[in-house]
C-alpha cells in the first residue's frame, strides 16, 4: 500500500518561499515517477512538477525558474521548493506517485495521492 503525506504548506508573502515535503511509503518497482499538482476553488488540478526515478524533471511553464522539484531516495521523501511566490499559487498541493517512465504532468497518469497541504499567498 503505497502512502503520501504532505507537509510545509502555510500562508507567505508575495516574493517570499515554502518548501514542501511529501513522505512517501510502500514502493515497490525502480522505474516510479512522483509530482506535485495543485487546485485552488473552482478550478482543475493541474501538475505543477514531475521528477521520475532516473532524476529527469519537468515543469509547468507558470512555476519554471521559481519552483524546484527534487527527491531524496535514502529517506523516500520528494521536495518541492517555491520560491518567488505570487498570489496566482495559492491552492491546495497534492503528492503523487505512478510507475513507468515519466516525468508526468497529467493527474490521470497518477496512481497514488496524498491529502494535500495548503499555500496561500497574500499580495
Known amino acids: 500500500q503505497v502512502q503520501l503525506v504532505e507537509s510545509g504548506g502555510g500562508s507567505v508573502q508575495t516574493g517570499g518561499s515554502l518548501r514542501l515535503s511529501c513522505a512517501a511509503s510502500?514502493?515497490?518497482?525502480?522505474?516510479?515517477?512522483m509530482g506535485w499538482f495543485r487546485q485552488a476553488p473552482g478550478k482543475e488540478r493541474e501538475g505543477v512538477a514531475s521528477i521520475c526515478s532516473s532524476g529527469s524533471s519537468s515543469y509547468a511553464a507558470s512555476v519554471k525558474g521559481r519552483f524546484t522539484i527534487s527527491q531524496d531516495n535514502a529517506k523516500n521523501t520528494l521536495y518541492l521548493q517555491m520560491n518567488s511566490l505570487k498570489p496566482e499559487d495559492t491552492a491546495m498541493y497534492f503528492c503523487?506517485?505512478?510507475?513507468?517512465?515519466?516525468?508526468?504532468?497529467?493527474?490521470?497518469?497518477?496512481?497514488?495521492w496524498g491529502q494535500g497541504t495548503q499555500v496561500t499567498v497574500a499580495s
Open positions: 510502500g514502493y515497490r518497482y525502480s522505474n516510479y515517477y
Open positions: 503523487a506517485a505512478g510507475y513507468g517512465l515519466g516525468p508526468r504532468l497529467l493527474p490521470y497518469e497518477y496512481d497514488y
